[in-house]
């Protein structure tokens, strides 16, 4: 019989063979189905890096897409700008809707441009300016929402990295909103997803009163026992099986990470010679030290070559505890005081590479940062060998 295929996604955005874990989340955001008032209207997912945030989002619309929702994806980043992607999407939606329904298309908004004053529109002229553009915005939404709303269904709109997003342009969706969805009432829902680093540079900034409404699922590692099973199932369905001390090892060492999880259960498929006969433990022990470097590789290098030589120090000082360390320790092996160290703990908190265990103590939020630090430290000349510290 032919070898399966490999069934794991290690990659980013691509959602995982088996979604686990994840339902409070999943459950809230579908009470917006049967509630105009839910208070999941305006959900924020909110993780570390690889967390699976974005997998959470598609989920999303994946569900509202089988309730016979229209969906408007964007992200933070857009080149054009925020609101103009959506606001280009949402046209096209309504556009498409009114040809579908044999509607009359009502007045057609053929281009969007905030910055520039070019404004298109049959209706609006240029002179107008960015105020009509985001008025017309205004009304084209609310007009999807109504068409949508006599159907008994609704408009999702997702934002992926919304960390990466202008604060005036989230301060500008926030308003309009509050306006076309949430006063009236319509269906138009917002979900978004950032990294945890927005809480300390838009929570308390202009865009922090729409952020500050929105529903909050802080998505974390998943339990060991839905990594047990994000690595089991995926197996089984492609025909194939696992070993009870190989699937507890392999869980293990994941900490219920979702991106190790995909990597540790590709790496053990491909590990195996014969994965329909069993993924045993040795093939497990062989994927392992690969797969924790990859983690390392992917989702701690991006940070760790935005931190200072401050930093990167404090996460070295942090190495000679083989469990957490005291602030206190760290502050002595490099002769600081408290309140720098505080600053670089702060930092490397938000960075999601440290976390706080008790009082003035931390310590690495995954075995996976310890064995980059410890890898990177080396390579860079920073220490000797992994042992002195
Ligand atoms: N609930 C889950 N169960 C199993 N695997 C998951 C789960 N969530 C995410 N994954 C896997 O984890 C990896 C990362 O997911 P995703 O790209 O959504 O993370 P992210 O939080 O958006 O990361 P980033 O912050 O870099 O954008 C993917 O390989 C995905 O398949
Ligand atoms: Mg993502």
Request: charged share 25%; with cysteine.
């Amino acid at each position: 019989m032919a070898r399966p295929l490999n069934p794991f996604s290690p990659s980013f955005g691509v959602s995982p063979p088996l979604l686990a874990g994840r339902r409070a989340a999943l459950s809230g955001f579908e009470t917006v189905f049967g509630n105009v008032r839910s208070p999941n209207y305006a959900t924020l997912v909110w993780g570390l890096r690889g967390t699976g945030k974005t997998v959470l989002l598609n989920a999303f619309e994946d569900r509202a897409a089988a309730q016979g929702w229209l969906t408007v994806s964007s992200a933070g980043a857009m080149p054009s700008g925020l609101i103009e992607d959506i606001a280009r999407k949402t046209t096209r939606l309504l556009h498409n809707f009114e040809t579908e329904h044999g509607r009359r298309p009502g007045r057609v908004v053929s281009g969007f441009s905030f910055g520039a004053l070019s404004v298109q529109t049959e209706a609006a002229s240029e002179a107008d300016g960015p105020g009509a553009a985001l008025r017309d915005f205004e009304s084209v939404l609310a007009g999807l929402g109504d068409l949508l709303a006599e159907r008994g269904t609704g408009l999702l709109i997702t934002i992926d990295e919304l960390h990466a997003a202008e604060v005036s342009e989230i301060r500008q969706f926030g308003g309009i909103f509050q306006l076309v969805s949430r006063r009236p009432e319509r269906p138009i829902a917002f979900a978004g997803a950032a990294l945890p680093e927005l809480e300390d540079r838009l929570m308390t900034g202009a865009a922090a009163t729409f952020l500050q409404r929105c529903n909050r699922h802080e998505i974390g590692n998943l339990a060991i026992s839905d990594a047990e099973v994000a690595l089991r199932s995926p197996i089984e369905t492609a025909g194939a099986q696992i070993g009870d001390e190989a699937l507890q090892l392999a869980a293990e060492v994941s900490g219920g990470q979702p991106y190790l999880i995909q990597l540790i259960g590709a790496d053990m498929w491909d590990e195996c010679a014969d994965p329909v006969a069993g993924i045993a433990a040795d093939d497990v022990e062989r994927a392992l030290a690969g797969s924790v470097r990859k983690f390392g590789d992917h989702v701690y290098a991006p940070l760790w070559r935005r931190l200072s030589d401050l930093d990167k120090r404090f996460l070295i000082a942090m190495l000679e505890d083989p469990g957490s360390a005291s602030i206190a320790d760290i502050g002595r092996r490099w002769r600081h005081d408290n309140r720098s160290l505080s600053r670089y703990r702060q930092r490397l908190l938000s960075a999601g590479l440290v976390t706080s265990v008790g009082r003035g103590r931390i310590a690495f939020v995954h075995a996976a940062v310890r064995s980059y630090v410890a890898r990177q430290a080396i390579a860079e000349g920073w220490i000797e060998t992994e042992e002195s510290g």
